[in-house]
């Protein structure tokens, strides 16, 4: 149990082009979702914090308006690059936590999706 | 405010002998703690967690960790190494809240044949 999948789990897209990366929980359902970025050979850094129906928190130094974070249902919360440029290549981790399979709420990590702007 | 440092960025050990992978903490209050493995463009798996009950806590693949207070540490071990043991490991602290994980740097471990 406590299965998180994201989709797609690599995307190649074009300077200037927006891309939607999604987050969903398979088997719980998630009350809280977490956008984590990583760049090669370092750690995850906690993007935006979203709980269901409600807006995103973000970190600091995260533009709200470039990574645009919806969480509309329990078992789904999207991602969306907005005009995405190079610099914006990376490692997007998502994780889930919520009262799955009567276990504490834990986050359970998504296996990611490595994002290309060309 | 909680962090947490893993102290080597890399580790090389050869087949067959013990792995240790260090990692101090800090916070105000005992953490729930945890490590996790990712390998080459894959997602973060649970080795093991900690979350104030035995101080040795037993995970998958014969890893183990030692919460131990007196010294804010929670290193993990493993008696004999696999050479699919090689990958990034991450030891994570969960706040008091348990909204919000505080990862370590990382620690690549490389195994020798």
């Known amino acids: 149990g406590a299965v998180v999948s994201q989709h797609p789990s690599r995307v190649i897209c074009k300077s200037g082009t927006s891309v939607k990366i999604e987050c969903r929980s398979l088997?719980?359902?998630?009350?809280?979702m977490f956008w984590y970025r990583q760049f090669p050979k370092q750690s995850l850094m906690l993007m935006a914090t979203s709980n269901e129906g409600s807006k995103a928190t973000y970190e600091q130094g995260v533009e709200k308006d470039k990574f645009l974070i919806n969480h509309a249902s329990l078992t789904l919360s999207t991602l969306t690059v907005t005009s995405a440029h190079p610099e914006d290549s990376s490692f997007y981790i998502c994780?889930?936590?919520?009262?799955?399979?009567?276990?504490?709420?834990?986050?359970?990590f998504g296996p990611g999706t490595r994002l290309t702007v060309t | 405010a909680q962090s947490v440092t893993q102290l080597d960025s890399h580790v090389s050990v050869s087949e067959g002998t013990p792995v240790l992978l260090r990692c101090n903490y800090s916070s105000s209050y005992s953490p729930s703690l945890f490590w996790y493995v990712q390998h080459p463009n894959k997602g973060l798996q649970l080795l093991l967690k900690?979350?104030?009950?035995?101080?040795l806590v037993k995970g998958i693949n014969g890893f183990e960790a030692e919460f131990k207070k007196s010294e804010t540490s929670f290193h993990l071990t493993k008696p004999s190494a696999h050479m699919s043991d090689a990958a990034e490991y991450f030891c994570v602290a969960l706040n008091n809240a348990g909204n919000m994980l505080t990862f370590g740097g990382g620690t690549r471990l490389m195994v020798k044949p």
């Open positions: 900690y979350t104030s009950a035995a101080t």
């Open positions: 088997d719980f359902q998630a009350t809280t």
């Open positions: 994780s889930a936590s919520g009262l799955a399979g009567g276990q504490s709420y834990e986050q359970y």
